[in-house]
């Protein structure tokens, strides 16, 4: 069964440095959504992606994120310089349309820790 | 601001039984409804989707909207220890945008 993948399942880095994390998302979905669960919270959502363009945002994703499909297959959420607050599970999800089919397919995640 | 309420538990069953987790929501135009599984480190994973009032089924889980008292429910019949996971109660919001909000969920214990 395709499934959506993500790596790093693990990132650490320094507060102020640039982390990308990269997502596949299942082939034929024509929407891709980036999602964020800091320990014991709720799962809160950054942004949504189609047809090349970001669709929607929340008030988390300001001017540090930034997220790009460079290619046909990989979908990446930039964070340009990391706070000790953007520690979470990052997850990214996929769906096969806005319009008629509104499930959310999550890959497995990447736990960000910022020092 | 759109809410999604979910008693977050523990609720406790023993095997066999039937447990049943619930949502309610604030907004009342919203128009689709998911339960999402995640166990303890993982990631939330779709197991219903229910669109209209009424029942939907789909093996041991069952789904239940009621959009006039804002309320959605999740039965899973024949509970069994694997089923022990925080559920996820997830409502997108109306006007055209389907980004679902999540609440913050309730965990099941199923104990032998």
């Known amino acids: 069964e395709p499934e959506v993948t993500q790596t790093p399942s693990h990132q650490v880095t320094q507060m102020g440095q640039e982390v990308i994390l990269r997502c596949v998302p299942i082939?034929?979905?024509?929407?891709f959504y980036w999602y964020r669960q800091i320990l014991g919270q709720k799962v809160e959502f950054l942004v949504s992606f189609y047809n090349n363009e970001i669709s929607e945002k929340s008030e988390i994703f300001d001017d540090q994120f930034s997220v790009e499909r460079p290619d046909g297959s990989n979908f990446t959420l930039k964070i340009r310089s990391t706070k000790l607050e953007d520690s979470a599970m990052y997850f990214c999800?996929?769906?096969?349309?806005?319009?008629?089919?509104?499930?959310?397919?999550f890959g497995p995640g990447t736990r960000l820790t910022v020092t | 601001q759109k809410e999604v309420e979910q008693n977050s538990g523990p609720l406790s069953v023993p095997e066999g039984a039937i447990a049943s987790l619930n949502c309610t929501y604030s907004?009342?135009?919203?128009?689709?409804f998911f339960w999402y599984r995640q166990y303890s480190g993982k990631s939330p994973e779709l197991i219903m989707f229910?669109?209209?009032?009424g029942d939907k089924e789909d093996g041991r889980f069952t789904a239940q909207l009621n959009k006039a008292s804002q309320y959605v429910s999740l039965l899973i019949r024949d509970s069994q220890p694997s089923d022990s996971a925080t559920y996820l109660c997830a409502v997108a919001q109306s006007g055209g945008s389907y980004i679902p909000t999540f609440g913050r969920g309730t965990s099941l214990i199923v104990h032998p």
């Open positions: 229910i669109y209209s009032n």
């Open positions: 082939s034929n979905h024509l929407y």
């Open positions: 907004d009342r135009g919203s128009q689709s």
């Open positions: 999800a996929s769906s096969p349309s806005g319009a008629d089919s509104y499930e959310q397919y």
